[in-house]
């Protein structure tokens, strides 16, 4: 395996790395201590929270496997090269980790704390059946052939897909309910430097090897970055231009329902004329 050329890059690149972590793990808990306090999980869309689950599931599976596994490494380097490094650093994998249990937590309080009338998705449960279906199916097509490096790939294929979609649902439940309200923006702020500190630490390391090699040989942490980055400015745009303070549509008809239910008389009880 390659090495660095330089260490001041090394050091930044190290430096990104885990203040990527730090940023993406703290992220997690802004909507944990908000549900907790508030004993509710009214406006967190929980399509987002089992879709996510499944996307650093999936993830970690990708991120472990390449780190540790020394027969992945040896299909990676025979299909990049002999001189290249390996895409994944101690980092990606704490935070996967990391990132599996909180999100396992944000799970378990949508199921104690007060739901309103909010569910899940048949939608959500069905794609998360046939991803992991998918992903089984694969597995032992993989172990078949001991196709490692490839079966890696599905598995970072998946997360980059689960990526994609599992911001869809929040960013329209804001938009039906014209507010932000249940759902915390400190953690979408931090998911944006984290993703800002991801890519720029992809970028130092393929400066100190002269090869873009990385971008490509780990396409799903390149997209992953590229794509957070899109929601949480459309987060950021909801929360702070479209609907700042607002509350939600549904929590004003219910207000104004029950004005309406204090002010006007019981059926049968008009004054009659004297």
């Not at 059946?129 to 790939?153: H, R």
Request: aromatic content about 16%; overall charge neutral; proline content about 3%.
């Amino acid at each position: 395996m390659a090495s660095w050329n330089s260490i001041p890059l090394e050091i930044t690149y190290e430096v990104l790395g885990w203040f990527a972590f730090v940023s993406w793990s703290i992220s997690f808990y802004p909507q944990v201590i908000l549900n907790f306090r508030r004993k509710s999980v009214v406006g967190l869309n929980f399509d987002f929270v089992l879709l996510n689950l499944t996307k650093h599931s999936t993830y970690l599976i990708y991120n472990a496997s390449l780190y540790f596994s020394s027969a992945v490494q040896k299909q990676y380097f025979e299909k990049y090269g002999f001189d290249q490094m390996i895409p994944v650093a101690a980092n990606d994998v704490a935070f996967s980790i990391h990132a599996v249990l909180l999100t396992a937590i944000t799970l378990f309080q949508i199921v104690i704390y007060d739901r309103g009338t909010q569910i899940v998705s048949k939608i959500s449960l069905t794609i998360v059946t046939v991803v992991w279906i998918f992903a089984a199916i694969c597995f032992f097509i993989g172990l078949s052939s001991q196709s490692w490096l490839w079966l890696i790939s599905i598995f970072n294929s998946i997360q980059v897909f689960m990526t994609a979609i599992k911001y869809i649902p929040q960013a329209i439940m804001n938009f039906l309910r014209k507010s932000t309200d249940g759902f915390s923006i400190g953690n979408i702020l931090l998911d944006f430097l984290g993703g800002l500190a991801n890519y720029a630490q992809m970028a130092v390391q393929s400066i100190d090897q002269n090869s873009w090699v990385n971008f490509y040989g780990n396409i799903g942490k390149t997209l992953l970055s590229l794509i957070s980055i899109f929601f949480d400015l459309l987060f950021m745009l909801q929360h702070y231009v479209l609907y700042p303070g607002k509350t939600p549509v549904v929590s004003q008809k219910a207000d104004e329902e029950s004005r309406e239910a204090l002010i006007a008389p019981p059926d049968g009880s008009q004054s009659e004329g004297v």
